[in-house]
């Protein structure tokens, strides 16, 4: 059997990769399939390098978790994708108190932004720079950044991580914009004035948690939307939930899924691959998060590939 990296790589892909994250790192069973690099050529530490992880108070850093999920894909010889500098979520009280000026502020970013990126200086392929900035209807998400500083602070993170990793792509990422909507638009605004001001920006991530039988149309004229302002994209956070329990039916369609998903990236040449957000359900984090669903995975909770594996080799054209 092929690998899902190495079909990507044989179709002109950069990667095919998933999200990890430290507890599950003692797994053996789940490390055989995470450690094999012809399955996922790529890896992202899906909680260990977010803010209240690395610097959990003021100008205090650790990098157990982080360093370990680094060094993991360093052994592996996998791509790695940071994830990420600057996000509302998973941050210190310190940072969300709101107690700093927007002179403060900036350095707080400044130096959160290059103190991580450094570390990982020549490893990390690309960066999620700055996560979710938007809601849903295409607004700025008032968390304490934006109240702090309003825009400027996502060209004060890219600038910061440039500075740190010029080799490192920088990305922004988000979920719902996939297809064409309000947040999708918004996202495109965001691209072409940071290109005009020029700050540094090389690609876009699309999250991508889908719901079975709901995927949004138009995923791959969206994509080209987005490559056509000059940024590469990525399907940064795949998965695909459903209604529990699943059924033959359910499995079916979420094989179709991950095809469109992965159809879609492999239409388009500026995007570069495919993560998933985590590879099995019982690592998932959707149970815990959506009551009721689950099965998101294309590996079942016991390390079974599902229906949507082939959904995945279906979709690259392989
Ligand atoms: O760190 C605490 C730990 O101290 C405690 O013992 C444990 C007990 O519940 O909880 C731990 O925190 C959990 C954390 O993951 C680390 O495991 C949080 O409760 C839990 O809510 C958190 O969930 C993560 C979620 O982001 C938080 O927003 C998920 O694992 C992670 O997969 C998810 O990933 C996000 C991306 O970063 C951004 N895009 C959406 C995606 C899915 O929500």
């Given at each position: 059997a092929t690998g899902l990296h190495t079909i990507a790589k044989s179709k002109g892909k950069l990667y095919f990769g998933s999200a990890t994250d430290n507890p599950e790192l003692t797994d053996a069973a789940y490390m055989a399939i995470l450690n094999d690099n012809t399955m996922f050529g790529q890896i992202t530490p899906g909680n260990s390098m977010k803010w209240d992880a690395t610097e959990p108070s003021r100008g205090s850093f650790s990098w157990s978790g982080a360093d370990a999920i680094a060094n993991l894909a360093k052994k592996n010889g996998q791509l790695l994708r940071g994830h990420n500098c600057v996000w509302y979520s998973q941050l210190p009280s310190w940072v969300s108190s709101g107690n700093f000026n927007a002179a403060t502020l900036t350095s707080i970013i400044q130096t959160h932004c290059s103190t991580l990126v450094s570390r990982y200086k020549g490893q990390v392929y690309s960066w999620d720079v700055v996560n979710e900035p938007f809601n849903d209807d295409g607004t700025w998400r008032t968390d304490v950044f934006f109240n702090t500083l309003g825009t400027d602070y996502v060209s004060i993170a890219l600038q910061a991580a440039r500075a740190a990793d010029p080799a490192a792509k920088l990305y922004i990422n988000d979920y719902n914009?996939?297809?064409?909507?309000a947040k999708s638009t918004a996202m495109q605004n965001l691209v072409k004035s940071l290109k005009q001001a020029n700050v540094p920006l090389d690609g876009i991530g699309l999250q991508g948690h889908f719901i079975v039988g709901e995927l949004p149309q138009g995923l791959e004229d969206n994509l080209r939307a987005f490559t056509a302002l000059g940024v590469e994209v990525a399907i940064t956070e795949l998965d695909i939930r459903m209604t529990l329990p699943a059924t033959a039916a359910l499995l079916a369609q979420q094989q179709k899924d991950y095809q469109t998903v992965v159809a879609a990236c492999q239409a388009?040449?500026?995007?570069?691959g495919v993560t998933i957000w985590d590879f099995t359900d019982k690592y998932s984090w959707v149970p815990q998060t959506f009551s009721g669903q689950g099965e998101a995975c294309p590996w079942d909770q016991n390390l079974q590939r599902k229906p949507a594996f082939q959904g995945i080799v279906a979709g690259f054209g392989a």
């Open positions: 914009i996939e297809g064409p909507s388009v040449e500026g995007c570069v």
